[in-house]
């Protein structure tokens, strides 16, 4: 890839003969200021005195490498599937939970099998032909046989089976869960679990470790959700315009072209200059830099820098520095620009005023006069003012300015807030003319 430099001002041949010598220097390669996408990843490795073992190099397109069980952080989101609530003996059922009742030898037009709802009171009803039995308050063994007692008075030889089927006043555990900052997550009734740090399979461990305190042998899945933790930046330098951020979060299968499709290609502001920063882990070992080879990636379907992205990775997109260096230029010749603009102007309205014959402005009542009281005679805008009045602005204007200007200028002499009405109105008149108020 071809070098860089500092942009360079130049005055004269001087400076000519420093942006030669740069030039010469990057074609002999020499390097004014070391940019790590100049060097292999092998030689950048060995500079910061990194194992070279070939396999810790860093994995890429077609060699790439699951990555290690996922850790748990804030703020990412569990999904939290109950298989198994049920809850701890004694149980007493209570109103509104739902009890399945399957009963043998009913009437044969009337069966009693399915879900039937306890009333509030406690009563559940078994229908028309049977009518309602007290269960609310019992346990599960003592209203199956108060069913069995009800039934017998209007059956031979009922068979009663009655198991819950859902409990009304049982929190809901199942759902999208957020790793809050203190590391947990909030199963409700039941408490919070401490999750951050841990795997998917210790979290699942630790979640029914907390439900079986108040559940009978709970069981549960646990996923991810949203990986909001693990995450990758792309950083594109902005050539003296502002440096551009993205976050993106890592799936595990991204590499340097999905990460620079992302953020839509580069811009006319970036250089084919991009490296990877990866930081060393917990700050044990070497920070690893890895120069990536655009051109060859997109142009030749080269994978040999198309590396892996990795949790923290930071992709630097460089800055073109022939647009930095015009940024620069702009920024320090900009001021003077904007002087000389006015200077340019001001000469022209002088010009504009000697076109016309000799005692026109005392004939005319000098039309300058408020101009002159809201300005100042030192300030050259009033002569701006008087430019437009005598070269763009309407008759009728121009005549009322002539006929009782010098009065009006002389009424708002001593009037602050009329000057300064008056002047906004002014400084929007010669606004046009791009000179700064």
Known sequence: MKNQFFPIL?????????????????????????????????????????????????????AKISLPPYVIEPPDILLIDALRIVPKPPFRIQSFDSLQVIVEGTLLEQPINGLFVVEPGGMLDLGPSYGKVLVGGRSLDEAQDSVFRHLKRVLREPQVSLTLAQAAGQQQVAGEHLDNPSGEVNLGTYGSVRVTGLTLEQAKEAIEAQLSKYLDAPLVSVDVFSYNSKVYYVITEGAGFGDNMSRFPITGNETVLDAIAQINGLSKLSSKDIWIARPAPAGVGCDQVLPVDIESIMKGGSTATNYQIMPGDRVFIAQDQWVAFESIISKVTGPFERIMGFGLITAQTVQTMNRFPAGFFANQGGLCWVAREVYGAEDPRWLLFRAWLLTDAPVW?????????????????????AKACVKALMDQVIAGYGIPQ
């Not at 121009?398 to 001593?414: K, N, Q, T």
């Open 10 to 62: 130049w005055r004269g041949r001087g400076g000519l003969l420093l942006l030669l010598a740069a030039g010469l220097a990057a074609n002999t390669g020499c390097q004014i200021y070391g940019r790590p996408q100049r060097q292999t990843t092998q030689q950048v490795m060995v500079d910061a005195k990194c194992p070279g073992d070939p396999s810790l190099m860093p994995a890429k397109e077609l």
């Open 397 to 417: 204007l121009r005549d009322l300015y002539a006929a009782h200007g010098e009065s009006f200028a002389a009424w708002i002499h001593d009037k602050p807030v």
